[in-house]
């Protein structure tokens, strides 16, 4: 039989942020202080949310607190996949240096600024800085970026075009890019563009999700909330609304025959299987995670 929809009415609220505003406030005002590394040194630096708190789409389950600190204007990386070869040859000459302040420099400052104020709760995992919980504070993973810019074109400092986002590198050295900004931007306007349907249906994919983990159906990690989000940014408008059984028969059944090789992330930058490590999601561990809600919602 089908979830109830009163059952799919609970799944579909926002889950409590009890102590997430407050543990972000926290490190934001930890990382914001004037005597920091990188302000004595004069570096412009943006402090915000990432993840489902975000972008309200988080669920009774979720504690982590995602922060990212972006170093903006000083130093930045790119992509000139887009650019001819004479475009490349003119970014060349008009960016030829290394900056002398980057990411490693940035990341060992946010390190230190951070246990200063968070002592031994600090510990620098493979992406982000994580913050234990402790003292009323939810754990916190702190994500250090510098800008990064996918060119579009180049003709000189003054006419370029280039799509900004934020890029980071593991303790591998390998670099990952995203955009969360127009993530965010675009979850926006497609729950708007739904009557305010999309983000909870999110929040139901997500909950189901978390009841699959608990029952021991479907391994963490196989369906990220990111990705969740990006799988309900491509379904059609219509199919969302009426009610909560409704909206989930028809998502589902349009995810499960449509060609998911033309699927974007919600950012719109990549698409979002199969291409890149890191930012996309695997079409393997999408289709345990549909395999997954198809039993749970005809086994209820």
């Known amino acids: 039989m089908a979830i109830p929809e009163s059952q799919l009415d609970t799944w579909s609220g926002v889950g409590a942020g009890v102590g997430s505003k407050e543990t972000y406030a926290t490190v934001r005002l930890a990382l914001d202080r004037n005597d920091a590394p990188y302000h004595r040194k004069g570096k412009d630096v943006s402090i915000f949310l990432q993840g489902s708190y975000g972008n309200d789409t988080n669920v009774y389950k979720e504690s ?19 650019l001819s070869l004479s475009e490349s040859q003119k970014f060349e000459k008009n960016y030829g240096s290394d900056a002398p302040y980057g990411f490693d420099e940035f990341k060992v400052d946010v390190r230190d600024q951070l246990r200063n104020r968070f002592g031994d709760a600090v510990t620098v995992g493979t992406k982000a800085i994580c913050i234990a919980a402790g003292n009323g504070r939810r754990k916190a993973d702190v994500v250090v970026c510098v800008d990064f810019r996918r ?6 400092l003054w006419t370029q075009n280039y799509v900004p986002g934020i890029c980071f590198f593991t303790t591998s050295g390998t670099r990952v890019v995203n955009f969360p900004k127009q993530h965010s931007e675009n979850a926006t306007a497609k729950h708007q563009a739904t009557k305010n349907w999309y983000k909870p249906m999110v929040r139901i994919f997500k909950n189901m999700r978390n009841r699959l983990i608990t029952d021991g159906a479907l391994e963490a990690g196989v369906a990220p909330s990111y990705y969740v989000e990006g799988l309900l940014y491509n379904v059609p408008n219509d199919l969302f609304g009426r009610t909560y059984k409704d909206s989930f028969v028809a998502i589902f059944n349009w995810i499960n025959n449509a060609d998911r090789s033309t699927f974007k992330c919600a950012n719109e ?26 039993t749970l919602w005809n086994d209820w």
């Open 64 to 82: 982590d607190v995602d922060v990212v600190i972006q170093l903006s204007g000083s130093t930045f990386y790119f992509d000139l996949r887009l």
């Open 151 to 156: 060119y579009i074109s180049f003709e000189n």
């Open 269 to 294: 930058q990549y698409k979002l299987l199969d291409v890149e490590a890191h930012v996309t999601w695997s079409s393997t561990n999408l289709n345990r995670f549909l395999d997954g809600l198809r």
